[in-house]
């Protein structure tokens, strides 16, 4: 379990792992970082976000109770895999990626028996990268959803439930990674896979002038990081597949209803 002597390191300082230091940090809790940015780094000592980071600074591994990975899920196995062997022992990881059946099996495999992988992830964010812009407000209001698997024990989700309510998230979910990757695929990818297809729809140079707010809701989160959502996209790929094609499904009813003049299906399409 998490105490007041807890150090935490955070790997990959970006807007998420930034905004884990700024929200433990207020709590009185010892956070470390380690980013490929050092500009990065100061940024977040000047702005007392972390007590100390480097790029690269072994002492900062050897000394964590609590590694957190802000990395893009490939990056991640590959820097576990590298530095594992500095950890010491019952050492707890977590994560924060939005893929987990692709990583997580793969992650415990590889990893040292006296480590503790535990995986998560904070369902919050911003349309904005990099820990200038940290926020641990996004957090309060936000769901957060801890994916175990069989290797690990009601102790480890106790203690990333303790994690969850010490930075405030308003509802803390179990979910094996299967399921995850299945609501994910639905609750989050789907809606990024239409707010980019339709900003992709019309071309027209012109449309700023006659928007509305319904276009900006619908394409709030089409702003996004090309390099990790083409990696989490294709992580998915099965199961994202699926809810497209139950999304073309649907909108091709929805098509079918105006082109049948079927007013009371599209009335009841609206109520529903």
Known sequence: ?????TRFLIVGLGLIGGSYAMGLKKQGYH???????????????????????????IELIQNADFIISGLYPNMML????DYQHYMKPNTFITDVTGVKTSTVYMMQDKLRKDLIFCASHPMAGKEVSGVKYADDTI??????IITPTKQNSEEHIKTLQQFATILGFQNISVLSPEKHDEMIGFLS?????????????NDNTHLVEYTGDSLRALTRIAKINENLWSELFFLNKTELIKQIDAFLSSITHMRDVLVNDD???LKQLFIQ
């Not at 379990?1 to 002597?5: A, E, G, L, P, S």
């Not at 956070?31 to 940015?37: E, G």
């Not at 957090?139 to 957060?144: E, L």
Request: charged share 20%.
């Open 1 to 5: 379990m998490i105490t007041k002597d």
């Open 263 to 265: 007013i009371e299906e």
């Open 78 to 81: 590959e820097w576990l895999n």
């Open 31 to 57: 956070v470390d970082a380690i980013d490929i940015n050092q500009l990065s780094i100061d940024f977040a000592i000047e702005n007392n976000i972390i007590d100390d980071g480097s790029t690269f600074n």
């Open 189 to 201: 990818q789907l809606t990024h896979v239409i707010a980019v297809s339709l900003m992709n729809t």
């Open 139 to 144: 957090f309060h209001n936000a769901n957060f």
